[in-house]
């Protein structure tokens, strides 16, 4: 059964532009890295130059999507549910789909549980997280009942607010912005950036969903456009993120906060305008964007179960949310959704950096062999 039929089951059907594609993969990106990114990259590289590390780590991640969208287009209108069963076998297969739909609804938890901690610590203090993260899930599940075009347009909506609002507040560090913070480029050498690639390219995990969205494109032969375009707008952000935190806060100043992007939004008021502090502007669009990481995965993940077991995708979605629920209450403290973040980094190393590649190898050497 083709991911389109499969859509049918009780959700409306819409066909994505490549705008919409791109745009859903730079939502999914730009969730809980964007305030955590500068703290885990430096710690990693213990340098200035650690900018650098997440250009390269953007890099390493276009060419895995990449090969992602070519690996979709070789089997126009399915997920990679559906065709990978197909390249491995029915066995191989059942066993690979139950883990990307448990990866998705962890990145689903993780990121509701981000939101938690983060609005009870500034926003909503003393407000019990059972009460955050219910309301969040719920009003998320509203949005994934009306399909995957409903999603596209409200991310349209969302995403040039988000570049907007987030480059105005993140530029306007430059109050407090010492460019002797960066010095010395390359004082140690390339090798710690070259050690911090595999950190920051987990920073890039997002643009995997090409291998499902593919399937729902109105031009699937256009998707290597639409994933390229999609790291690229995160690319940036998070470029500029890391050089200007780091500039303003220097690399010791970064490794002792937890959320350092917040931190360097409070560090600065600007006295004579309509607001003087804007981290609540940065706070607001960090909601939406985990808003977006969050529906998307817990999609896909529903995604996966209505297609693996034959299920009508609303009743996925439904039978689903408890469990994810459960799964925001696991870690007990914060350097434990910290850890939770890592684990979920590293799955996805392996489940969408290496496997799609020896797939791609397996289906065009079959294509070769069969043209034979």
């Keep these: 059964m083709s991911g389109n039929q499969q859509a049918k089951g009780g959700l409306p059907l819409e066909k994505l532009t490549t705008i919409q594609v791109a745009v859903i993969i730079s939502n999914f990106m730009l969730g809980s890295g964007i ?14 130059d650690a900018w650098i590390s997440v250009f390269l780590g953007g890099i390493v991640a276009i060419a895995a ?6 690996l979709s287009q070789a089997y ?3 997920t990679f549910y559906e ?13 690979l789909g139950p883990v990307m739909i448990l990866y998705f609804a962890a990145t689903a938890a993780f990121q509701v549980r981000s939101l938690a901690e983060v609005s009870s610590f500034i926003l909503l203090e003393g407000t019990p997280q059972w009460a955050i993260t219910s309301v969040f899930l719920w009003v998320g599940l509203y949005l994934m009942l009306g399909g995957l075009g409903a999603i596209a347009r409200l991310f349209e909506l969302i995403l040039p607010l ?10 306007m560090g430059f109050t407090i912005f010492d460019l002797d913070n960066l010095r010395p480029l390359l004082g140690q050498g390339i090798w710690p950036v070259l050690k911090g690639v595999q950190t920051t390219s987990l920073a890039f995990t997002g643009f995997e969903v090409i291998i499902l969205l593919t399937a729902y494109m109105k031009n699937p032969q256009k998707n290597i456009k639409a994933v390229t375009a999609g790291i690229a707008i995160p690319l940036v952000i998070y470029i500029v993120t890391v050089f200007m935190v780091i500039g303003a806060l220097s690399v010791d100043g970064t490794l002792t906060k937890n959320w350092p992007t917040l931190d360097m939004a409070r560090s600065f008021e600007l006295s004579g305008l309509i607001f003087e502090r804007f981290e609540f502007l940065l706070l607001l669009i960090w909601i939406m964007q985990i808003f977006s990481s969050f529906t998307t995965a ?17 009743t996925c979605l439904y039978g689903l949310l408890p469990f994810v629920y459960i799964f925001v209450a696991v870690p007990k403290k914060l350097d434990d959704v910290f850890t939770l973040g890592d684990w979920i980094g590293k799955v996805a190393l392996y489940l969408f950096g290496l496997i799609p590649i020896v797939l791609l190898i397996v289906t ?3 294509a070769s062999k069969h043209a034979n």
């Design 76 to 78: 126009p209108g399915q």
């Design 65 to 70: 999507g990449v090969v992602m969208a070519l």
């Design 162 to 171: 988000t570049i907007f609002i987030y480059l105005l507040v993140t530029l």
């Design 83 to 95: 065709y990978s069963r197909k390249i491995i076998g029915s066995w191989l297969g059942h066993l």
């Design 35 to 48: 305030l955590s990114l500068p703290r885990v990259s430096a710690e990693k590289v213990g340098t200035p």
């Design 298 to 314: 817990f999609y896909f993940s529903a995604l996966g179960i209505s297609q693996l077991y034959k299920r009508k995708m609303k």
């Design 364 to 366: 065009k050497w079959r």
